[in-house]
């Protein structure tokens, strides 16, 4: 059995205390994406408290840092896309 703590895409939007159904998820992607030149922890959507954990966890390295990386490629999809284009 999987530990629930163990850090995923869902999880993570749950502890940016955000929606984190996959539907949820999807619109969110859908409707914040950055353009290229934006570092993902500047996003203007964010809150002090989920930008501290977005950058706490990418310095450290850690288990999350995996899916903040998974994060930030889902939002900057269009500017990958304008990009290769």
Partial sequence: MLNQNTPSLELLFS?????????????YVRTHQLPAHQNLHDAPFWNRSQRDFLISHLVQDDDWAMWIDELNQQLHLDAYKLQTA
């Fill in 15 to 27: 502890q940016l205390g955000l929606a984190n159904s996959l539907a949820a998820i999807e619109l």
